[in-house]
């Protein structure tokens, strides 16, 4: 009964409901005065248990619409598209790699630090393709209704930097972090006082730098704690939050306004981003320490061979293959391509061809997942 009640009480729903309550003490719009309107806003089923995190003065509107939410067969076969998509995600790529991730975590003893660094790119692939792929069936069920919300995900991997990457990974939650802890935080007496002595001994640039870290590590320490129980998460909050902050520093102190490699960005970015999972993956803070310093000390390229993805006990072929699908349609996502436009304006015997691919793919390639769900709807 207890892992039934605690969901209904944490994370993505408080969350919703306390930036509704803090919008409406700040005067952002007045108080809704019928109580059957405020539990819609609050319960509406798609998003309760894993986001994205709605906003009232978005989300209301559409669920009370005086236009109604007649059924609409393009949307549905657009909802149903995207829907289809997540479950990709889910079925062919998260859960046939949290195979790998278990495979290992559960025996980590048994292995070299070549195992853990490809472990850490298989739990890249599960999280992002378990979190996305739960954002897309669950915004499009939502579109089914003609309710659009909010995007919670946009191509993370091709982030710049760690600042970049959580402008990009779980958006909602970053825009709350931003707008109800950030920037109280920064604009609070204490951090104003805090300023004033820091200009003094600093300066104004110095000055600027001090309380803009201090709420990064606040913020990230929130999210660290958000995300369980645990030092390991404490720490893997507290790791984003000062990594920012340098980042912060070092924009702001360097000289040359040259911007570095972009590939180079992006490569050094995900190196970070794949560091952070071992205090986010290993079930326990010592586990995930072992796994890390046994990935730096005792990594030998010899062993990424065949028989390492054939011990793994699935077909890394199928898995590369769905990988290589994913890559190609955020690469041209990222060109500004939109893909479901573009298939919704092919013709009617390829778009069907297309849907009825992907299908196959789901039910013949999916496995049955190993994280008892959606990883996210346990925070």
Not at 42 to 49: E, H, R
Not at 110 to 116: D, E, R
Not at 132 to 155: H, P, Q
Not at 324 to 336: D, H, M
Request: hydrophobic letters at 50%.
């Amino acid at each position: 009964m207890q892992s039934v009640i605690l969901p209904l009480g944490i994370s993505f729903y408080t969350f919703q409901a306390m930036g509704y309550l803090i919008d409406v003490y700040w005067g952002k719009y007045p108080a809704e005065r019928k109580l059957s309107r405020f539990l819609l806003f609050l319960s509406f089923f798609p998003q309760i248990l894993q986001g994205p995190i709605g906003r009232y003065d978005r989300l209301m509107p559409q669920l009370v619409s005086t236009e109604g939410h007649s059924f609409d067969l393009r949307r549905a076969e657009h909802a149903a598209q995207r829907m289809l998509w997540g479950y990709f995600l889910k079925f062919v790529i998260a859960d046939r790699a949290g195979l790998a991730v278990q495979m290992v975590t559960d025996n980590y003893l048994n292995y070299s630090g070549t195992w853990y660094v490809v472990t850490a790119l298989m739990y890249s692939l599960q999280l992002y393709g378990d979190f996305a792929g739960g954002m897309d069936v669950v915004i499009g069920t939502a579109e089914l209704f003609g309710i659009t919300l909010d995007e919670n995900f946009r191509r993370p991997y091709f982030s710049v930097s760690i600042t970049d990457f959580w402008h990009r990974w779980h958006i909602t939650l970053g825009t709350w972090m931003k707008d109800y802890v950030f920037y109280p935080l920064s604009i609070s007496r204490a951090m104003r006082n805090l300023g004033k002595h820091a200009r003094r001994k600093i300066g104004k640039k110095g000055s600027v730098i001090l309380q803009a870290t201090i709420a990064n590590l606040v913020v990230f320490l929130v999210v660290g704690i958000w995300h369980g129980k645990g030092a390991k998460y404490l720490v893997y909050g507290l790791y984003n939050g000062v990594i920012i902050s340098l980042e912060a520093i070092f924009n702001t102190m360097r000289a040359s306004k040259k911007k570095p490699v972009h590939l180079l960005q992006i490569l050094i970015t995900f190196l970070l981003v794949n560091i952070s999972w071992f205090w986010d993956f290993p079930p326990t803070f010592s586990q995930g320490n072992y796994m890390l310093w046994h990935s730096l000390t005792d990594f030998h390229i010899s062993e990424l061979n065949g028989s390492m993805f054939a011990a793994f006990g699935f077909s890394s072929r199928t898995l590369l293959a769905a990988v290589a699908v994913l890559f190609v349609k955020s690469i041209l996502e990222e060109r500004g391509v939109d893909v479901r436009e573009a298939i919704d304006h092919t013709c009617r015997p390829v778009r069907w061809l297309l849907y009825y691919a992907l299908l196959f793919g789901v039910l013949v390639f999916g496995v049955n997942g190993v994280a008892g769900g959606f990883i996210y709807a346990q925070f």
